[in-house]
């Protein structure tokens, strides 16, 4: 910590003193060597009453050496120039390039790197008493630095304007083009009590990549801090943190930076800025698309032996006992499965990107957010554990006794996705991140990945032969291991009821197990129906459409308001909010952030194992860092947004903010004991070396 503050301090004081010396002593600028070459050119004749260009092009005598915008950001000068014009001659504001950005330490400044030109116009006056060719000539003052030191410029620029009509300096079509362009409506602006919020009138069709908005108003807003993005139709919506100086300009100009490089300059009036819109991830550039292919992939086969997966192993080992069975028959099982899987991981990616599509604030997991499908997904794991248990069958499903079909198969697929996507595992962060703002083909290959990832053992077992022979043999001792693998499943559905009391509340928990008490009398008499060789095919048209009615319209009416409220914890944690966010990175406090769900099973370990300790509480403590926890059981959009900026699509996330950091150090998915209380004590030492 000390070694970055007086690697600031240090760059600070170099920029301070580079800037009295431009200032204050231009007159021995001339004696010093020219790092960064300026030239003025005019790009053609003018007559009075006319106009043309002029422009000015600087060029560093090697690649280390950068120049800066008009507004150079922490640090910094701008150019200046001096000029002696004659009578009825007059140069307009200059216009530049898209700049880039040079973080150091936390220190943002707005530079150019290489060859680039500022262009303005030069107008003359009707009445401007000109007979022929004129000289222009002016004084620049600007400013040339490396990473590590900076030097003033001074450069004496001379140019002969003919008057007249002639031929245009073929330059400026390349100086032209590399210029920010002019939008062609105002934005928009609204100053809160933190944020700067720009609305900028940009196509819905136009790929924006990674943008940032350079704001050329001084002083206004943190040029270090990170910038939020949303689309709201053909606008985009931009959140810029305030430097906290109270200014209150009325009019903001600047220029966005797409993630291409182009440059678009505006100028925003004060008017309504929508609040919402779909975020757009600005937590770096997205990798290729195969490489995002393969992590899905790779993310779908983990997902196999991830904690949240584990209620639905026991379907899992029936269906791998049923592949030990004759060669045609595990084909076909296995690609009916792969098929089952595949499929409903495209449904539910698919209307992921439909709600998001719509404006709904939506992410990974979506399903366990609304109460209704958890009380579903709990009946359902009730009627598992009734099967497995041997109340009652279910002819041709691959999780029974009988005999397989490609139909049962391609069914427990879909149930095998459908409880296996609460939770975002290893590899899947980046790719399922990127799907919320790929192209929805290349999106959707991506959920086809995942599912191909999350059936492919099993798809392995029964295309390979050498495979499904190490497997033991079906026999009498399935029917032994199916019973055992209804304490899974019931403690599955135990999990499940604890959830619906969650998200519900007391009396919704209560509807819910007095619809569970009527599926399992209801599965009982099914099973003594089978038994006995008769129909039941009477009792499910009348029980199904009820318990479908009651799950989705009635008890979700009955939700508690005060439910899902966040657990007591050792941490003393806060709620997220940007806001708390924002003022403990003012105040340089380390913080710890974590996103969490009662339906993640991934989260609930990685607390257990490595959140939720005393030696983790006492390091953090000892830190004085802030915990802010982000829970994500109920839909919250401010949460859904923060994870689309950082570029995932679930929980969990844990995110460590080091004092003076830029950004974030994202911490894995699946933690270790060590890995908060380690970062939180080596924090503390370098507290304490700084003091």
């Given at each position: ?88 001659v ?28 500022v ?28 990473d ?31 210029l920010?362009?002019p ?18 009138p940009?196509p819905?069709?136009?790929d ?97 032996i ?10 899992k ?49 979506f ?18 554990t009734?099967n ?6 279910i ?17 427990t ?11 975002t ?28 990832g ?23 001792w399935m ?29 919704f ?28 095919h ?78 983790t ?36 996330l ?29 924090s ?8």
């Open positions: 910590m000390m070694r970055a503050s007086l690697t600031k301090v240090h760059h600070g004081l170099a920029m301070l003193l580079a800037l009295l010396v431009a200032l204050l002593l231009p007159a021995i600028s001339h004696a010093q060597q020219t790092y960064i070459d300026a030239a003025l050119a005019v790009e053609g004749q003018v007559a009075p009453g006319g106009e043309t260009r002029i422009a000015i092009r600087f060029s560093p005598v090697a690649s280390e050496w950068h120049g800066y915008w008009s507004n150079p950001g922490d640090a910094g000068l701008g150019m200046r120039i001096e000029w002696d014009l004659p009578d009825g007059t140069i307009g504001e200059f216009r530049y390039p898209a700049p880039q950005r040079l973080l150091i330490g936390d220190l943002m400044n707005h530079i150019f790197e290489g060859d680039y030109a262009v303005a116009p030069l107008r003359v006056a009707e009445d401007a008493a000109l007979d022929g060719p004129f000289e222009l000539a002016g004084t620049a003052f600007y400013l040339a630095c490396t590590e030191i900076c030097v003033p410029q001074e450069a004496q620029l001379r140019a002969v304007v003919g008057v007249g009509e002639g031929a245009a300096d073929p330059r400026f079509a390349q100086y032209q083009s590399a920010a362009a939008l062609d409506r105002p934005a928009r602006f609204a100053i809160g009590q933190d944020r700067l919020r720009i609305a900028i940009l819905a069709t136009l924006v990549g990674s943008p940032h908005v350079f704001v050329a108003n001084r002083n206004l807003v943190a040029y270090a801090q990170e910038q939020s993005f949303a689309r709201e139709g053909d606008t985009l919506i931009a959140q810029i943190p305030l430097a906290g100086t109270g200014e209150r300009p009325e009019r903001i100009t600047g220029i966005v930076r797409l993630g291409d490089g182009t440059g678009l300059s505006f100028e925003a009036e004060p008017g309504e800025v929508a609040a919402g819109g779909e975020p757009l991830r600005t937590g770096g550039d997205a990798p290729p698309l195969w490489a995002l292919l393969g992590a899905a992939l790779l993310g779908g086969l983990v997902l196999n991830m904690p949240c997966v584990f209620p639905i192993l026991s379907l080992a029936l269906s791998l006992a049923k592949a030990g069975g004759e060669e045609r028959a595990a084909r076909k099982d296995a690609l009916a499965y792969t098929a089952g899987v595949i499929l409903a991981c495209l449904a539910l990616g698919g209307l992921l990107l439909a709600l998001r599509a719509s404006g709904e604030a939506v992410g990974w997991a399903q366990l957010q609304e109460p209704g499908v958890v009380v579903a997904l709990f009946l359902l794991a009730v009627a598992l009734a497995f248990l041997g109340a009652f069958e002819p041709g499903m691959a999780i029974t006794g009988g005999g397989a079909s490609r139909r049962g198969s391609f069914a697929g879909l149930l095998a996705a459908f409880v296996a996507t609460p939770c595992g290893p590899f899947m962060a980046a790719a399922l991140g990127a799907a919320l703002v790929l192209p929805w083909p290349s999106a959707l290959g991506l959920f086809a990945a995942l599912g191909l999350l059936a492919l053992p099993f798809l392995l077992i029964g295309l390979v032969p050498a495979i499904r022979q190490r497997l033991p043999r079906p026999g009498a029917e032994t291991f199916r019973r055992w693998m209804a304490l899974p499943m019931g403690l599955t559905a135990l999990a499940l009821a604890w959830l619906v009391w969650r998200i519900g509340g007391d009396m928990a209560a509807g819910a197990l007095f619809l569970a008490v009527l599926v399992i009398l209801a599965l009982l008499y099914t099973g003594r129906q089978q038994a006995s060789g008769n129909s039941t009477f009792l499910w048209p009348v029980l199904a459409p009820f318990v479908l009615v009651v799950v989705f319209f009635v008890l979700p009416g009955g939700v508690s308001p005060n439910a899902g409220g966040p657990s007591a914890d050792i941490l003393d944690s806060q709620p997220f909010s940007e806001v708390a966010l924002a003022e403990a990175r003012d105040e340089e406090r380390p913080v710890f952030l974590y996103f969490t769900a009662d339906w993640c099973v991934t989260c609930k370990v990685n607390e257990s194992v490595a959140i939720e300790r005393e030696e509480a006492e390091a953090l403590e000892a830190a004085d860092a802030l915990v802010l926890r982000g829970d994500w059981t109920r839909r919250d959009p401010e949460i859904t947004a923060f994870l689309t900026q950082q570029g995932v699509a679930g929980v969990p844990y995110l460590w903010y080091a004092p003076g950091a830029a950004g974030p150090q994202r911490l894995p998915q699946v933690l270790t004991p060590g890995s908060v209380r380690d970062l939180a004590v080596a503390a030492r370098r507290g304490d070396t700084s003091r």
